[in-house]
Nanobody, 116 residues
Framework: QVQLVESGGGLVQPGGSLRLACAAS????????MAWYRQTPGMQRELVAR???????TYSDSVRGRFTISGDSAKKTVYLQMNSLKPEDTAVYYC??????????WGQGTQVTVSS
């Protein structure tokens, strides 16, 4: 059974930085894809960044150039480095894992608040 645990959220001033981490437990396939989504009240969950196991990363237009997703396969952990944060980045951030043929998994979410 795969479980995802996020950490690293918090309160930061505009222009500041945060790094989120998502630690996975269980069997992770080499064909898996890990991603970060975010959600604000009343809105749909939106994709922020995605990384293929050992492969390339993709980003939403709203975060490209400011956020970086990376992975450590030995630790089964994916990170989201968030720089130049804006108030509109305020949301609950969720870690997501897709294992083709095996399932989709979500973390519990971590709150990021960007405010002065």
């Amino acid at each position: 059974q795969v479980q995802l645990v996020e950490s690293g959220g918090g309160l930061v001033q505009p222009g500041g930085s945060l790094r989120l981490a998502c630690a996975a437990s269980g069997s992770i396939f080499s064909s898996s894809v890990m991603a970060w989504y975010r959600q604000t009240p009343g809105m749909q969950r939106e994709l922020v960044a995605r990384i293929f196991y050992g492969g390339p990363a993709t980003y939403s237009d709203s975060v490209r150039g400011r956020f970086t997703i990376s992975g450590d396969s030995a630790k089964k952990t994916v990170y989201l480095q968030m720089n130049s944060l804006k108030p509109e980045d305020t949301a609950v951030y969720y870690c997501n894992l897709v294992q083709p043929g095996a399932g989709t998994y979500w973390g519990q979410g971590t709150q990021v608040t960007v405010s002065s």
